[in-house]
Every structure is written in C-alpha cells, then in structure tokens.
C-alpha cells in the first residue's frame, strides 16, 4: 500500500468568472483508479477558497492514502469558482500518474486546466509524491 502527497503551490491566469468583482477559485482533486470496468475512487480533497484572486497562491499539501500501486491511478483536478447560488467550474485537467513515474521521485510541474482563447492558458502549479 502506498500514499500519495499533492502539494497545490498555485494557479495561474484563471479567466474571471464573476459578475460583481474577481473569481474567488478553488481546487477540487479526485483521485480514482481508472480501470475498463469497476473505477475504484479513493477519495476527494479541497483547497481553501481564495478572494478576488485570478492567480491564487495555496501552497497547501493534500495526502491520499491506503493506495494499491500507481497502475492506472488518475488524479481529476478541478479549478471551481465559489458562488452564491451554485459553483461553476473554470478549468480542469486529469494527471496519469502511472505515467510520471513517480515511483522514481517526486514530480514538479504546471498543467494546463484553462484553454484561454485570448490570453495565456490557465495553469495548475503542483508537486506530487508517491510513498509507499
């Protein structure tokens, strides 16, 4: 059995999705075990929810554990803007970490969870961990 740590640094250039004011984003992760048939879900983590901020700084670590191995783990990220009424998501992107190689060290990078027509893409800023 192993755990996965997620540290969450930030994310950058989020298209403004508020009316009255700047989006007030979030990150939402999912991690599941993408099988053909029967997806075993190990769980869902929150961030804190960040005030007027297009490029939220977190640097807040999330840890998933009692895992099996990295053979077809995927992590579903999720950019939400927090709303009155209801929450509308701004970006996500899905990371194979069976594809990382994680089981070598852990893995900086930025992934791309906002295509931006007009202006640079939306990126997700993380560190990840495997443990076993």
Known sequence: MGSLNVFLEKVTNLSDQDLLGKSDPYVVFELEQDNMFLDKDFGRKQS???KDDCSPVYNES??????????NLVLNVKIMEDDIVSDDKIGSCRIKLD??????????????????????????????????
């Open 48 to 50: 804190s929810k960040k």
């Open 62 to 71: 999330f840890t998933f554990t009692d895992l099996p191995g990295l053979k």
């Open 99 to 132: 594809k990382l190689r994680l089981d070598h060290g852990p893995v900086r990078d930025a992934w791309v969870v906002d295509n931006n027509l007009f202006s640079k893409d939306a990126k997700i800023f993380l560190k990840l961990t495997w443990n076993v």
